[in-house]
Structures are given as structure tokens and as C-alpha cells.
T-cell receptor
């Protein structure tokens, strides 16, 4: 089956620094990748959709200059949280879409900004 | 009103019981329906994937879709403590590629 690897699984950073999260599709080529944010005991909130080689499409209310998404290849997408602040602390999850496998999710990254 | 409604629970059942979960939705354009299981601090794992109305069975899991009522269900037979998790319904339109999630139902199966 399809596997999506997400790293790191958890990260602690100081306020004002940037953090990069990687999402890789290991055994298939993902034409589209999605980034979600999830707060405790809440559902997934879609942040942006990225297609390989093109700019990401951000959902309303998501700051594209703060959450930089790069989808440079069919197997790798990255989310960079720039100038992180404590309110950016959350669980971030990526998902990759492929014709046969549907939507496969990564294991998530817990970001804590101190 | 949310586009997809799901009772947050928690739903507590004894081991071996049938777990019954459901979601209602308002967008009649939804055509693909999914159920995911999410353990704490992990990414969602796909359990069932159905298209349009009807039933689908896979092992202990049965998914039902009633588009006329805009209502979907997931049944888990012979529930195990390892089934304790949050269950999320998700759906999407035929033309789009975005998933719309329900809020999730927390399930606790007691030994």
C-alpha cells in the first residue's frame, strides 16, 4: 500500500525561528499534496493544497508568507513555518493524493514553539 | 452550521460490542465517502472508501452511504480495545480533490 513519511515527528523551537517539515511519498508519485493543521480534540483543518511544480493554493485565513509550501518533486513536499510564535504550536499533518491509493496521510508533526 | 456533522462522543462500549458511528452532511455534491481512524498523536489511517450510495464490507467494518438522507455510517463488529481511537468521516465532491472532514468521534472499547 501507499506510504507517506513525515519528518520530524516532533519539534521544539524558539519563538522567532523557522521550522521545516518534510512529507515524502515513499512508493508512489503524489501529484497533489495537502497540509493540515489539527488542534487538540479537533478535526483536521486544511491549510493548503500543493501540486508538483506549481504554487500552493492556500485556504482562506492561512498566511502564505508564514506557512511556506514547496512541492518540488512528485515525492516531496515541505512546509516551513517562518518566524514561529507560540500560537503556531499545533499538530501538522500532510496527505498525498494518488489515483489508485486515494489519500494517504503522514504520521504528523507536533510543533511546540517556546 | 458545519458542512459535515459528527457526534464528538466519547462513545464507550464493552469489548465485543458493535460500534456504530455516523455523519450527516449538507452538500449534495459529495460523491466519495471515507472513514479514517486516528490514534492519539498519529496521522489518520484509511479504513473504508465508498463511492455514492450503498454498503461496503471489509472484515469487521461495514460502511453505509444513504445519499438521499445525506447520512453515512460505519459499523465495527466484535470491537477490540485496540479499536479505541478517534474516527473521522471525510467526503469530497466528484469534481474536486479536497476532503471535508467531520469533527471526529472518540471511541473507547473497554476490556
Amino acid at each position: 500500500g501507499a506510504v507517506v513519511s513525515q519528518h520530524p515527528s516532533w519539534v521544539i523551537c524558539k519563538s522567532g525561528t523557522s521550522v521545516k517539515i518534510e512529507c515524502r511519498s515513499l512508493d508512489f508519485q503524489a501529484t497533489t499534496m495537502f497540509w493540515y493543521r489539527q488542534f487538540p480534540k479537533q478535526s483536521l483543518m486544511l491549510m493548503a493544497t500543493s501540486n508538483e511544480g506549481s504554487k500552493a493554493t492556500y485556504e482562506q485565513g492561512v498566511e502564505k508568507d508564514k506557512f511556506l509550501i514547496n512541492h518540488a518533486s512528485l515525492t516531496l513536499s515541505t512546509l516551513t513555518v517562518t518566524s514561529a510564535h507560540p500560537e503556531d504550536s499545533s499538530f501538522y499533518i500532510c496527505s498525498a493524493s494518488e489515483v489508485f491509493y486515494g489519500y494517504t496521510f503522514g504520521s504528523g508533526t507536533r510543533l511546540t514553539v517556546v | 452550521q458545519k458542512e459535515v456533522e459528527q457526534d464528538p462522543g466519547p462513545l464507550s462500549v464493552p469489548e465485543g460490542a458493535i460500534v456504530s458511528l455516523n455523519c450527516t452532511y449538507s452538500n449534495s455534491a459529495f460523491q466519495y465517502f471515507m472513514w479514517y481512524r486516528q490514534y492519539s498523536r498519529k496521522g489518520p489511517e484509511l479504513l473504508m472508501y465508498t463511492y455514492s450510495s450503498g454498503n461496503k464490507e471489509d472484515g469487521r467494518f461495514t460502511a453505509q452511504v444513504d445519499k438521499s438522507s445525506k447520512y453515512i455510517s460505519l459499523f465495527i463488529r466484535d470491537s477490540q480495545p485496540s479499536d479505541s481511537a478517534t474516527y473521522l468521516c471525510a467526503m469530497r465532491e466528484a469534481a474536486g480533490n479536497k476532503l471535508t472532514f467531520g469533527g471526529g468521534t472518540r471511541v473507547l472499547v473497554k476490556p
